[in-house]
């Protein structure tokens, strides 16, 4: 019987071993960051815009989360966990728009809500928003379908720009 129980627990210590081995770790998307998209105010319909530069307020060394380049139709606002609000400035390096006077601002107030995932993941941080505000130089409004903001890739705000289009004489 002392033989038995030797073999089955190597067995076990085997297989705990060998379950502690997994190299899949975490697979979820460890960040819960909130992904904007861009939509043009007057149609609803969503746009890409290629000469936005988007920078962190307050934030330190280089917080840029989008330059001037290949267009883009949305973008992700990391926020910080540890204060309670994050800013966002929108400048807009399109001829004639590209003055300081137009500069967008976003603020998002929120609640920094940590939870643990998982032995793999560790603990994350979830974001129930509290509050919006935004200047309205180019931006005409900003919506958030669910204020709860996790670490699932879903469009969290939809920023509506004032655009004009190709022959648009407005």
Same mark, same amino acid.
């Given at each position: 019987?002392?033989?038995?129980? #030797?073999i089955a627990a190597a067995g076990v210590a085997l297989t705990a071993l060998a379950a502690g081995c997994n190299t899949s770790g975490c697979q979820d998307?460890? %960040? &819960?960051?909130?992904?904007?998209?861009?939509?043009?105010?007057?149609?609803? @319909?969503?746009?890409?815009?290629? %000469?936005?530069?988007?920078?962190?307020? /307050?934030?330190?060394?280089? @917080?840029? =989360? &989008?330059?001037?380049?290949?267009? *883009? /139709?949305? =973008?992700?606002?990391?926020?910080? +966990? @540890?204060?309670?609000?994050? +800013?966002?400035?929108?400048?807009?390096?399109?001829?004639?728009?590209? #003055?300081?006077?137009?500069?967008?601002?976003?603020?998002? /107030?929120?609640? %920094? *809500?940590?939870?643990?995932? %998982?032995?793999?993941?560790? &603990?994350?941080?979830?974001?129930?928003?509290? @509050?919006?505000?935004?200047?309205?130089?180019?931006i005409d409004s900003i919506t958030v379908p669910d204020s709860l903001i996790t670490n699932v890739d879903r469009t969290s705000m939809q920023i509506y720009?004032? *655009?004009? #289009?190709?022959?648009?004489?407005?």
């Amino acid at each position: 019987m002392g033989k038995f129980l #030797t073999i089955a627990a190597a067995g076990v210590a085997l297989t705990a071993l060998a379950a502690g081995c997994n190299t899949s770790g975490c697979q979820d998307n460890g %960040s &819960a960051i909130p992904l904007a998209a861009f939509y043009a105010s007057d149609t609803g @319909s969503p746009v890409t815009l290629d %000469s936005l530069a988007i920078y962190g307020l /307050g934030a330190p060394a280089d @917080s840029a =989360v &989008a330059l001037p380049g290949p267009a *883009i /139709g949305s =973008v992700y606002l990391p926020m910080r +966990a @540890s204060a309670p609000q994050t +800013a966002w400035k929108i400048e807009y390096r399109y001829r004639d728009l590209d #003055t300081p006077a137009l500069n967008d601002t976003i603020t998002l /107030g929120y609640e %920094s *809500i940590p939870y643990f995932a %998982s032995a793999d993941c560790g &603990a994350m941080y979830a974001y129930r928003l509290r @509050s919006v505000v935004h200047t309205t130089h180019l931006i005409d409004s900003i919506t958030v379908p669910d204020s709860l903001i996790t670490n699932v890739d879903r469009t969290s705000m939809q920023i509506y720009f004032r *655009i004009a #289009t190709e022959g648009d004489t407005r």
